[in-house]
């Protein structure tokens, strides 16, 4: 089983939605690329809908995950993506986002804002780097 401290620098805010700090031991690190939100067939699910949208994309993030062998427990750093990012779009996303990691501490993570994705219809895409056994 892979050792993960997240760790609360004295002086930074702690945020229950992610970790400032988090060291990984263990014998693989998983880098898993911008999961967005299709199906297997690539259809795109949630359109126009950010939280269906962040839902698909972290349960596609679930099955690479799985394919590795790994499980959400095991992600110490996820980097989100979010076209025409506003403020108000955070709390619909961490909402959807939190429920993977309930019961457990929450990975390092950078939100961006961008202009566009690879394809018009995805609305936010997220990579992940994962440490396991």
């Given at each position: 089983?892979?050792?993960l401290d997240h760790?609360?620098?004295s002086g930074l805010?702690?945020?229950p939605a992610y970790?400032?700090?988090v060291t990984a031991t263990g014998a693989r690190t998983i880098y898993i690329s911008g999961q967005v939100s299709t199906d297997e067939e690539g259809r795109i699910v949630g359109e126009r809908d950010i939280a269906a949208q962040t839902t698909q994309v972290m349960q596609n993030l679930g099955l690479a995950l799985k394919a590795a062998g790994a499980s959400y427990s095991n992600i110490v750093k996820?980097?989100?993506f979010v076209v025409n990012y506003k403020p108000e779009l955070r709390p619909i996303i961490g909402k959807a986002r939190s429920a993977f990691f309930e019961g457990m501490?929450?990975?390092a993570s950078t939100l961006v804002g961008v202009s566009a994705l690879a394809a018009p219809?995805?609305?936010i895409e997220i990579e992940a780097v994962a440490v396991a056994d």
């Open positions: 089983m892979p050792k760790l609360r620098p805010h702690h945020n970790s400032h700090v996820i980097t989100t501490e929450p990975p219809e995805w609305l």
